[in-house]
């Protein structure tokens, strides 16, 4: 009997990845295994790799496509796209067999009868047999074809799906892998279009695609369907879901950031026109793609796939899968399913760092998306299409950096020539993003205009190192690449944390050796994600400044109203921090900003009085119970009780800061019970900065109403020496290691041990000065936190002085 050439998805698994391909695989594997946990998959069929096989031997293309390909130099990009050109061309005008056209139409017949249509819509995607490996993804390397519809439309979208196994990308890709062109097979996926075109669609992954942190899903989208996410043609939203809070009663989204959804592709008008774009309405851009519940129902799904994929492989599987929103039936679908390639073979022990010599003096050209955490440079070279490039003999050389307005997958020769790559469109999951991620190329996407600013031949640094925003600087400036293992570094047992200040690098420092974060400051994320003065994103209506108003109108468009913008923004700033350290303690300080720099936030002229010294003025507690600032600071209060009450984020501990009284700590105290901060009260926990002598000298009273003390030993040494740490004129006298503020840490280590509250250190000291982390060990301090870039150091320092301390130990007992 002859073997069949079409496999029902729902008959296909990972057994028969050579007949049906990964991508089909994976989504019958998953209509068999994960329909009862309520992923959903459309229906469909595979062509099998015989009816491909049968079609290059029988049609006698096989000879020609290797005679091609020997014709190739692949350090020739004009020879591969000649030849390329050639054996597409003669594989789409090869006549299909009739034996095979029956088969698939009948297949096709039958789904549409399953739909209750007479001709139902297809998505037409290869299948490679060599994709969604461990050690290459092969992702895009082949075409996918929307709405199709028809027995015709679907044997031409075939056999250019076929053709497609050999374009310029996937040649090159398979010889840099080193597969043999000749033992991949292609199948075909045929399955129910979604109608996302009247929804949305995009893709989601189940990590971080930046820094390969394992607890969260990151899922981006935009209206319409998704190869727009995927090719990058627009800024998509961005949400992101913490792992291990997905349980009842939580709602663990810690961002969400709106895209530039200015475009979307929906279905065509005609036969000839499968698909076409369209512009989308200005007030429909500032939607967002999905509801909080669509995000937690794909989240689970998420979850779901790559948990059964890891149990599997026995090993784990971080996966890439690919959504649609139907806008007909307000329902979600999983269209695709593979394994993420880069960081799941990526030892996370070894760690590279780049760091710029000096940026204070050079000019800044433009920002956008940092994909990776490497820095480079080179001349620009700006291609706007392959066509144009060969055509006006634009030769691009390796070390040029790469700036177009957006790729895709026929860009991949050229881009892994790059030094860096930037685009003036995309997100973090389009194809660029993607592709330079597996080559490990620096690029900066979602730029706007990079193509207008920058020139050819000018000479520019590529940034991604500084966090989530990459930035082109002018010239070719000096940086420098480190690498450690971190198992090399020695046991310590005084705990070690972190100072964190942007929430934008918080994944990346998760690798690093810590026992959480000991200063997470509000004020970053006031300053760059708020962007306004809290007063008068509240009162801005009763200050007849149309101008202010309006301003604040464009910042919190998209929100339910100003307290939303504000504790909405806080909150996922905090709650992505948080995330990124569970279960270990996060210690948030209350917002320090002084008089002079609220006076410098938008709006913040008609709320701050002018100090002749604001470091010593009105800061820290002292404006929280005021009835000045206290409507500002509950907008604070409620953001902390939605990361801890609705993310489930409870390793949030509050810290307040410039607390002059114990009499100021209980009015205090008392603001916070009133807008639901109680201490104790679902394991809310409450230190305070110990920063001014009077914390010190007081310690025990205020011990009675905190759960520890962090030094601040920056205003501490200003106080206890009574300097402006701001001023030039005394800055060699500034020094913490000054015997008096010695003194003053070291009462307040043994009072606090007496009272038996935890006590920590979150300033500058022990990230400058070694041997004040060794001070710090020998007084018994609980816990020491520092820069991440002092990490290291700060390591083989209290290491140091914890041998020394076990060393005089035992020198008594052995003589």
């Not at 420098?480 to 971190?486: A, C, F």
């Not at 009763?542 to 998209?558: C, Q, R, T």
């Not at 709320?607 to 600032?629: D, I, K, T, V």
């Not at 041998?803 to 052995?814: F, G, V, W």
Request: aromatic share 8%; with cysteine; hydrophobic share 40%.
């Amino acid at each position: 009997m002859r073997e069949s050439i079409v496999l029902p998805l729902e008959a296909a698994g990972m057994k028969h990845i050579a007949l049906v391909g990964g991508k089909s695989a994976s989504l019958g594997e998953m209509i068999t295994n994960l329909s009862k946990a309520g992923v959903a998959v459309p229906s469909g069929f595979a062509i099998t790799t015989k009816a491909y096989y049968d079609f290059i031997k029988d049609s006698g293309l096989e000879q020609f496509i290797r005679e091609q390909i020997a014709t190739i130099d692949f350090n020739d990009l004009i020879t591969l796209r000649r030849a390329g050109q050639k054996i597409r061309q003669a594989v789409s005008s090869t006549r299909f067999p009739q034996n095979l056209s029956i088969e698939i139409i009948a297949a096709y017949n039958a789904l549409s009868l399953k739909y209750g249509q007479e001709q139902t819509d297809v998505a037409v995607r290869s299948s490679a047999t060599a994709e969604d490996l461990p050690d290459a993804s092969f992702a895009g390397q082949q075409e996918t074809f929307l709405n199709v519809r028809g027995p015709a439309a679907l044997i031409d979208a075939v056999r250019n799906c076929f053709a497609s196994l050999f374009t310029d990308r996937a040649i090159s890709y398979r010889e840099n892998f080193g597969f043999d062109h000749f033992s991949i097979g292609l199948s075909v996926c045929v399955q129910k279009m979604v109608r996302s075109d009247l929804g949305s669609a995009g893709v989601a992954f189940s990590l971080d695609t930046e820094s390969g942190f394992k607890d969260v899903v990151v899922i981006n989208g935009s209206f319409g369907l998704g190869e727009m996410v995927v090719q990058g043609a627009v800024s998509p939203d961005e949400f992101i879901v913490f792992k291990p809070c997905m349980q009842p009663g939580y709602t663990p989204i810690i961002e969400k950031k709106p895209g530039i959804k200015d475009k979307m592709m929906v279905y065509g008008e005609s036969s000839d026109e499968r698909t076409r774009i369209i512009p989308v309405e200005k007030i429909h851009q500032q939607q967002f793609c999905l509801s909080d519940t669509q995000i937690m129902q794909l989240t689970k799904w998420v979850i779901c796939i790559e948990e059964y994929y890891t149990a599997q492989k026995s090993r784990w599987c971080p996966m890439d899968v690919e959504w649609a929103l139907d806008g007909l039936t307000n329902e979600l679908f999983i269209v695709q399913a593979r394994p993420e390639t880069i960081h799941s073979r990526k030892n996370h022990t070894l760690i590279t760092t780049h760091t710029m010599s000096t940026t204070t003096a050079t000019k800044q050209l433009l920002k956008g998306i940092a994909v990776g955490d490497k820095i480079a440079a080179g001349k620009v070279n700006i291609l706007f299409s392959l066509d144009n490039r060969l055509t006006e003999g634009n030769e691009f050389k390796p070390g040029d950096v790469l700036v177009t307005d957006m790729t895709d997958p026929d860009w991949e020769p050229i881009m892994k020539m790059a030094a860096a790559i930037v685009t003036n469109k995309g997100g973090r999951t389009c194809h660029a993003a993607i592709v330079a991620r597996e080559m490990g190329i620096p690029a900066i996407v979602g730029c706007g205009d990079a193509t207008e600013k920058l020139n050819v031949g000018q000479e520019i640094t590529v940034n991604c190192a500084e966090g989530s925003e990459g930035i082109i600087y002018e010239g070719i400036l000096p940086f420098q690449e480190e690498q450690l293992d971190l198992t090399t570094l020695p046991d310590i047992n005084t705990p070690l944390m972190l100072n964190v200040g942007s929430p934008s690098m918080a994944f990346q420092f998760t690798h690093l050796p810590n026992k959480g974060v000991g200063l997470a400051r509000e004020e970053f994320i006031i300053n760059n994600y708020i962007k306004v003065h809290p007063l008068a994103l509240l009162k801005h209506r009763e200050l007849n400044d149309p101008a202010l108003s309006a301003k604040i109108a464009v910042l919190i468009h998209g929100h339910a109203n100003e307290e939303d913008y504000f504790v909405s923004k806080l909150a996922y700033g905090i709650g992505k921090i948080a995330a990124s350290f569970y279960p270990e303690k996060v210690i948030v300080r209350f917002s320090d900003f002084k008089s002079n720099e609220y006076f410098n936030l938008l709006g913040g002229k008609y709320f701050e009085p002018s100090e002749e010294n604001p470091m010593l003025g009105w800061r820290g507690a002292s404006r929280y119970y005021s009835e000045q600032y206290k409507p500002a600071f509950a907008l604070e209060c409620k953001a902390i009780k939605k990361v801890r009450q609705e993310m489930g984020l409870k390793n949030v501990v509050v810290m307040i800061p410039f607390c002059r009284t114990v009499e100021e700590l209980q009015l205090v105290l008392a603001v916070m019970n009133e807008y639901g901060l109680k201490r104790g009260e679902e394991g809310l926990e409450v230190y305070l900065m110990a920063e001014l002598p009077s914390n010190i000298m007081m310690a025990e009273e205020f011990s009675a109403f905190i759960d520890g003390f962090s030094i601040g030993s920056n205003d501490l040494t200003q106080l206890t020496l009574g300097l402006d740490r701001d001023s030039a004129l005394v800055a060699n006298i500034y020094d913490e290691r000054n015997p008096a503020v010695l003194r003053m840490i070291a009462h307040l280590i043994k009072v606090a041990k007496q009272q038996k509250v935890k006590v920590g250190i979150c300033g500058q000291g022990p990230s400058d000065f070694p041997e004040f982390t060794r001070f710090l060990v020998e007084q018994g301090i609980d816990s020491i936190s520092v820069t991440p870039d002092a990490v290291i150091k700060t390591v083989k320092a209290i290491h140091e002085a914890e041998q020394k301390i076990l060393t005089s130990r035992l020198l008594p007992a052995e003589a």
